[in-house]
């Protein structure tokens, strides 16, 4: 059984809950797999934000249904990343806000709310961009939570994701505060697990893995339990979300270094207001340059996602691994090729001070020449939605954990791709043996190593 | 005072932009652009960095703060990036050129990047060395380009391809020292320059006519500069200049030293 229910202010102090950070609330989601199983009521609000209710008897939930039925109110739109329009703003020394105003109009044009997303294909240049998304997906993907009569689940992403993930992809539900490392900011268009070189966009069966698995050692539970027909359709939210949020911050970049977007709007001929109302224009006599250049930025984006199928990290087959080929990765990870305890530490031990941040921080500090403990420079960009800077550490690698898998294929890629948004940087692999390069065989040595690190004790 | 890394005696030449000179415009006659960028303001006393990793071989020579770099004779800001801004609203647009392709070579040298701004464009290759005796790695964070963040083993070299223009200066970082940092402009002209220790820099093979310019520091705002003496705002750090065949030296530009507050 699952419902969805209003949520008069009276109501929350009935189920008292513990509010965090939620100036209005919205909307509640019910979920209920059976009456063995107790009721968790969640409050969203516009940002994503809920409320931590405990559990209640079944009865009084039905009694509170029944008054707040009828009360029920949208999420009405995503919230704009205005920490992005910030960093712009101060990396390109111009105002935004027009900017930042005129690509609002722009994205809920082409991408919708979070209660009624679309996918816009209309501005598709071809046939596999355009069959990216399913529109069908989105749709049982977004909005409030609650099932059909064939027990056809809706409003996923809602129940399952938002709390940590928030409205838009930000990583910055409720939750979100509570954890280490921050959830995932998947407006950026950075995914850290995949098999696909660092550069490139995760493939669907990599974002369909992370929901099956998790990522032991970080907040992102398994979603094993979740039908997969579900799965597959937050799948398609994700990528949704990820690509409107990856647009955005570049466009609003555009704006500024293509559009001339200042403290002015630049006129119709550039506006992206006016962008928007394009449904579709075939030849650059139509529409403006505001619509031009937006439209190549989404089609670049939803492109890279197109890509990701072909750029799927080379693993040689794995030699034996043996005494030797640990002995050998061993030598090697304290050596000055691949130095990995120059992070690491001795044996995968950890303790090496190294004072770094992930690249979702760096944007608005280090990037900006901002030192993220300088709590002044950093306060309008906290203002403007930003999570508190946090020092990201080189995982310990004894008896660790692996958040993206700890099986010698993964490992092997995390080695010679890196891991995309943070320090972790790839190493260069030769055909023969030198002073400065590895092999394949010499790298897979070292997954030898240091999986035989994780049965050692911390 | 400020003070200078010991090797920043570098080649003007080397450091300003030559790679104009490769690519011919369709103007028969070019000009030079020639600013000199001053502090307005007492530079501060920024002291040699500490290393916190690898002191044993960072810690043998003094690894200076390259975040202002003012010469003590006569102000001159050193590493003040200027370039042909091309935008497609409110840009110069350029006649079509070839670019001709060119590897730059950035340093992992004495724990700290030479050059600290590489000067390169859409087509060209960064080839990352590393002459130190530990390892470094070089963070691209590219916005156009592929990020890329290799390992560089003590006496290995990397190629990095620039596919592709980005649309301003990209910054690059060593991970493992944290405090080694880089600039690199990668245009889809060759009308770039940075700044020497003088505070000079010059762009030659500029078609003649209304050109617009973009200003960037690693550090500093150059919103509100004084240009001459006269205070002058350059909205989104831009600035105009009616170039006419051979010099144009557009004096001196002083930047206040408020303009580096973040630092």
Request: include cysteine; aromatic fraction near 6%; glycine fraction near 8%.
């Amino acid at each position: 059984m699952r419902a969805s229910l209003a949520a008069p202010l009276f109501l929350r102090s009935l189920c008292g809950g513990t509010r965090i950070l939620s100036d209005s609330a919205v909307s509640i989601g019910l979920s209920v797999s059976g009456l063995r199983q107790s009721i968790r009521l969640v409050e969203i609000d516009s940002r994503g934000y809920a409320s931590v209710m405990r559990c209640l008897p079944i009865p009084t939930v039905l009694i509170l249904c029944v008054l707040a039925a009828g009360c029920d109110s949208a999420v009405e739109s995503f919230p704009p990343n205005r920490v992005q329009a910030l960093v712009v703003e101060t990396s390109r020394g111009v105002s935004t806000e027009n900017a930042a105003s005129d690509a609002t109009v722009l994205l809920k044009q082409w991408f919708g709310t979070p209660e009624s997303p679309r996918w816009p294909v209309e501005h598709f240049d071809t046939e596999p961009t355009k069959n990216l998304v399913d529109p069908d997906k989105l749709l049982r993907a977004s909005g409030r939570v609650y099932s059909d009569e064939a027990d056809q689940h809706f409003g996923l992403y809602r129940e399952h994701c938002v709390t940590c993930h928030g409205v838009s992809g930000g990583g910055d539900g409720p939750a979100s505060l509570l954890q280490n490392p921050y959830p995932r900011d998947l407006r950026a268009g950075v995914f850290k697990w995949k098999s696909t070189e660092r550069a490139a966009k995760p493939t669907r069966s990599d974002l369909m893995l992370i929901l099956e698995h998790g990522a032991p050692g970080s907040g992102m539970p398994s979603f094993q339990n979740v039908a997969a027909e579900d799965l597959d359709a937050l799948v398609d939210y994700i990528i949704f979300l990820s690509v409107r949020g990856e647009f955005e911050r570049r466009l609003l970049y555009d704006a500024v270094d293509e559009l001339d977007y200042g403290a002015e709007s630049p006129g119709d001929d550039a506006s992206l207001t006016l962008a928007s109302s394009f449904t579709r224009v075939a030849s650059e006599e139509q529409g403006n340059d505001g619509y031009w250049v937006a439209r190549d930025r989404l089609n670049r984006v939803v492109q890279s996602w197109i890509d990701a199928e072909g750029e799927v990290a080379e693993v040689p087959p794995q030699p034996e691994n043996d005494a030797a080929s640990v002995e050998r990765g061993r030598d090697l990870f304290h050596g000055q090729i691949a130095n990995c305890a120059g992070c690491h530490g001795k044996e995968g031990a950890g303790g090496v001070d190294i004072v770094d941040f992930d690249d979702w921080t760096k944007e608005f500090t280090t990037r900006l020449s901002i030192t993220p403990s300088d709590r002044d420079a950093v306060r309008p960009f906290r203002k403007a939605g930003a999570l508190r800077p946090r020092q990201i550490h080189p995982r310990k690698l004894a008896g660790g954990f692996y958040r993206g898998g700890g099986d010698g294929k993964t490992l092997y890629r995390r080695l010679t791709q890196g891991i995309a948004g943070t320090p972790m940087p790839s190493v260069m692999v030769a055909e023969e043996p030198s002073p400065t390069t590895l092999t394949a065989s010499q790298v897979w040595d070292l997954v030898h190593y240091v999986q035989s690190l994780a049965e050692e004790k911390p | 005072m400020s003070r200078f890394p010991s090797l920043s005696t570098l080649c003007f030449a080397a450091t300003c932009l030559v790679v104009g000179l490769s690519s011919a415009t369709s103007s028969a006659e070019t000009g030079t652009l020639r600013i000199k960028f001053t502090l307005k303001g007492d530079a501060k006393n920024l002291p040699p960095l500490k290393p916190n990793v690898d002191q044993a071989f960072c810690g043998k020579e003094q690894i200076p703060d390259e975040s202002l770099l003012v010469n003590p004779e006569d102000n001159g800001i050193k590493n003040v990036i200027v370039y042909v801004y091309t935008g497609r609203r409110g840009g110069t647009k350029l006649p079509k050129m070839e670019l001709k392709a060119e590897t730059h070579i950035l340093a992992n040298e004495a724990c700290r990047f030479e050059p600290h701004v590489v000067i390169a464009k859409k087509g060209d290759t960064i080839k990352v060395t590393n002459p130190d005796k530990v390892g470094h790695n070089a963070n691209f964070s590219f916005l156009e380009n592929k990020p890329a963040n290799p390992t560089i083993p003590a006496g290995g070299e990397v190629e990095i391809e620039l596919k592709e223009a980005e649309p301003a200066p990209i910054p690059v970082a060593c991970n493992i020292h944290s405090w080694m940092k880089a600039q690199i402009v990668v245009m889809d002209h060759p009308f770039s320059a940075v700044s020497n220790e003088n505070g000079v820099l010059e762009i030659s093979g500029l078609p003649t006519g209304e050109i617009v310019f973009r200003a960037n520091h690693e550090t500093g705002s150059l919103k509100d500069v004084v240009v001459n003496g006269k205070k002058t705002s350059w909205r989104a750090s831009r600035f105009e200049m009616d170039i006419k065949p051979g010099m144009n030296d557009m004096g001196v530009v002083e930047i206040p030293l408020e303009a580096f507050d973040n630092n």
